[in-house]
C-alpha cells in the first residue's frame, strides 16, 4: 500500500528558496502634503510614462540593447583572427560524476586543463541568458525527466541543484506550459530524501494509464551509492498541476540483476503495453565494453520480472544511459503512442553513450514475443551510426503528445565554457527547443528533427533576401538589426554547369578534421555567420561543403565551426558536423535558431542537427550581426533568406493564487498599465 502521506511537506514554505519571487505591488502613500503630492504625481506619471515605451519596445522588438561599439571593419572569413587576452588563473577540474556511477557532469575544456581564464565580466554573462529557451532561474540543471501532457498541461521535470551551479545533490525540478514554450516554475516535484535516493533522485520516465492515472518509475542513488528503480505517483490525480508527488512505500521496485554493477542500472523507460496484458520498461546497462539495455515486465509497477537476454547489445558502445524505445510511422506524419505496433510501424532504440556523452538512435524491427530489437542496419547501429545532434545534445527523452497527436523530443544542452564561468553567472545548461520527430519516408535512414510549431509565437517582424548572388570568396551582410534571437530560413542553389564541370576529387571530407569554415574547396563551404560582430572577429559559420568525389558521386555535409565563436580561450571550441543525405532536386536547406549563447541548426527539414553553445565577448547585445558567406574557390551560390526577429517567451516562478497560465498579451498589458493611469486620475 501506498504512503498515506504526499511527498512534498504540506507547508511548501519549508523547501529550500529555489526561484525569486516577484514583487508585491504597494500603495503610494496619500496623506503627502500638497507640494510633495504634486511632485509625486509628476514623478509617477513620468514612470509610467517610461514603463509603457519600455513594455511596448519589448513586446514590438524583441530586442537587446546596444552595449558595444561595432567596428565598420570588414575582414575576409579565411583571414578572421582571434585574439588572445586572460588573466593568470589557472582552472583546476574536479571530476564529479563518474565516481557516482553516472556520466560526467562537469563542463570540462578541451585541451590544457592548464589554460587561463578569461575574465569574464557580468554584462558578457548576463547576455548569455537565453531568452526563449527552458531553463531554471538559478543553478545546475541536466537530464529532462519524465515529460507528459496531462489536463491541459504540459509537464516538464528535470534533474536540477538546488544549491549550486554545479552538478550534485540531485532532485526533481518540475515546470508547467500550456504551449511548450513559455513556463511556469514550481515547487519542487521530489527531493532525495530517503535510503534508496538519499544520493540523487536522477532520470526516471512517466506513463499514462488508460484510467488516466500516472506512473513514474526513477532511478534513486541510495546510501551506498546503489543505482535502484523506484516508483512515484501524484497525491492527487486531480490537481491538473500535479504539485504533490507521493513515493511508493515499498520502493525500491527494482534493484541490479545478477551481473550488473551496482552503479550500472539506470534511467527507466516510458512503459508499453503488451498483447499479453503487461507492461514492459527497458534499462540501461552494460557488460564490459557493451551496451545493453534490459527488459521487464510488469502488472502493477510494483513487481516485474527479467525476460531472459536484453532488448539489445552493442559491443564497444559502453555504458547506455537514457535508454528510449518508441515506434514511428512508415506511412504518416502523425506521432504514435509508445504501446503501438504493427506491420507500418518502426521502432527507435535511442542510447546516450556513457564514454562519449553524445545520444545516438538507429531504426529495427521489434518483436515482442522475445522482447528483442533487431537494427534495420547494423553498419548504423545504436553507438556506431547517426546521432540525434551532432552538437551539444544529451540526454534526451521523448514523450507521446496525445493533444496534438505528435511525439516530441527533449533534450539536455550542457555547457560549453568553465565551470569557473558558470559559477561566476550562477546558472549552467538549458533545454533545448522541443522537437517533433519523424520517420523520414525519403530517406528510410533518418528522423526529420523540428522545432515543435509553438515557437512560431514568438517570430516578430521578418526580412526577406531573394536570391542572392553570393560569389566565391565573399562575405554579405544581412541587414537584420539586432541578431540575438532570430529565427532563420535559407535555401542554396548550386550553378548545375559549374558543378557538372568541377574536377572531381579523391580528397576525404569530414566537418571534424578537415579545417572548418576557413578551409577552401571547389564546391564550400558556404553558409551563414550567425553570433558575429562587425569585423567578423568573431563569428559562428554554420555551412555545407560539397564534396565531389570519383565517378562524380557528389557527397554534402552540413557542419558548424566554433574556432573563432569567442576571443575568451577557456570556452570550447569544436568543429562538428556529418554527412547529410540530400536527394535528387533538393534545395540545400537549413532552419536556425539563434537564442543568445545557443544555437540550433536543422538542415534538409531535420535530417541532420547540430546545437552549439556560443560565448562571444563582442558579438552580443546590439553588435552582434549575420551575414551569408561562400568560402568555395570555383562555384557561387544563389542564396534565399528569411530572417524573424524572435520576441522573448516568458518563463516565471508559479504562484499558488493563480489559475492558470495567460501568456503575456495586450490584454495582460492593458490590466497591468491600467491601474498606474487610474491612480494618477485619482491623484
Known sequence: ?????????????????TYTPLPNGANPDGGAPETRKRHLKELLAIFSGLLMVSLLVVIISGKEPNSHNASNKHEPLFLAKQPHTARPEKLRP???????????????????????????????????????????EKNWMNDPNGPLFYKGWYHFFYQYNPNKAVWGDIVWGHAVSKDLIHWLHLPLAMVADQWYD???????SATILPDGKIVMLYTGSTNESVQVQNL???????????LNWVKYSGNPVLVPPPGIGYKDFRDPTTAWFTSEGKWRITIGSK?????????????????????????????????????????????SDKGLDTSVNGPDVKHVVKASLDDDRNDYYAFGTYDEKT?????????????????????????SKTFYDQNKGRRVLWGWIGESDSESADV?????????????????????SNLLQWPVEEIEKLRLSSKDFNKVEVKAG??????????????????????????????????????????????????????????????????????????????????????????????????????????????????????????????????????????????????????????????????????????????????????????????????????????????????
Not at 522482447?371 to 540526454?395: E, H, L, M, S, T
Open 371 to 395: 522482447g528483442k530489437w533487431v537494427p534495420d542496419n547494423q553498419k548504423i547501429d545504436v553507438g556506431i551510426g547517426i546521432r540525434y545532434d551532432y552538437g551539444k545534445f544529451y540526454a
Open 474 to 683: 565573399s562575405v554579405e551582410p544581412l541587414q537584420v538589426g539586432t541578431a540575438t534571437q532570430l529565427d532563420i530560413v535559407a535555401e542554396f542553389e548550386l550553378d548545375k554547369k559549374v558543378l557538372e564541370s568541377v574536377a572531381e576529387s579523391n580528397e576525404a571530407f569530414s566537418c571534424n578534421t578537415s579545417g572548418g569554415a576557413a578551409k577552401r574547396g571547389a564546391l564550400g563551404p558556404f553558409g551563414l555567420l550567425v553570433l558575429a560582430d562587425e569585423s567578423l572577429s568573431e563569428q559562428t559559420p554554420v555551412y555545407f561543403y560539397v564534396a565531389k568525389g570519383p565517378g562524380g558521386i557528389v557527397d554534402t555535409f552540413f557542419c558548424a565551426d566554433q574556432t573563432r565563436s569567442s576571443v575568451a580561450n577557456d570556452v570550447r571550441k569544436e568543429i562538428t558536423g556529418s554527412y547529410i543525405p540530400v536527394l535528387k532536386d533538393e534545395k540545400l536547406s537549413v532552419r536556425i535558431l539563434v537564442d543568445h549563447s545557443i544555437v540550433e541548426s536543422f538542415a534538409q527539414g531535420g535530417r541532420t542537427t547540430i546545437t552549439n553553445r556560443i560565448y562571444p565577448t563582442k558579438a552580443i547585445y546590439g553588435a552582434a550581426r549575420l551575414f551569408v558567406f561562400n568560402n568555395a574557390t570555383e562555384i557561387s551560390v544563389t542564396a534565399s533568406i528569411k530572417v524573424w526577429q524572435l520576441n522573448s517567451a516568458f518563463i516565471r516562478p508559479y504562484h499558488q493564487d493563480e489559475s492558470s497560465l495567460a501568456s503575456f498579451n495586450h490584454v495582460t498589458f492593458i490590466k497591468l498599465i491600467a491601474p498606474f493611469f487610474i491612480f494618477l486620475t485619482l491623484f
Open 287 to 331: 557488460l564490459n565494453k557493451t551496451g545493453i539495455s534490459l527488459v521487464y515486465d510488469t502488472k502493477d509497477f510494483k513487481t516485474y520480472e527479467l525476460l531472459n537476454g536484453v532488448l539489445h547489445a552493442v559491443p564497444g558502445t559502453g555504458m547506455w544511459e537514457c535508454v528510449d524505445f518508441y515506434p514511428v510511422s512508415k506511412t
Open 94 to 136: 574536479v571530476t564529479r560524476g563518474v565516481p557516482a556511477g553516472v556520466s560526467e557532469k562537469m563542463n570540462r575544456l578541451a585541451g590544457d586543463v592548464d589554460a587561463p581564464v578569461f575574465p569574464w565580466n557580468n554584462s558578457m554573462l548576463s547576455w548569455q541568458r537565453t531568452a526563449f529557451h527552458f531553463q531554471p
Open 1 to 17: 500500500m501506498a504512503d498515506p502521506r504526499p511527498f512534498l511537506p504540506s507547508d511548501l514554505n519549508t523547501l529550500p528558496c
Open 232 to 242: 512515484a505517483y501524484p497525491a492527487d490525480h486531480s490537481d491538473p498541476l500535479l
Open 424 to 444: 561566476q553567472k550562477g546558472w549552467a545548461s538549458l533545454q533545448g527547443i522541443p522537437r517533433t520527430v519523424l520517420f523520414d519516408q525519403k530517406t528510410g
Open 198 to 204: 538519499i544520493n540523487g533522485v536522477w532520470t526516471g
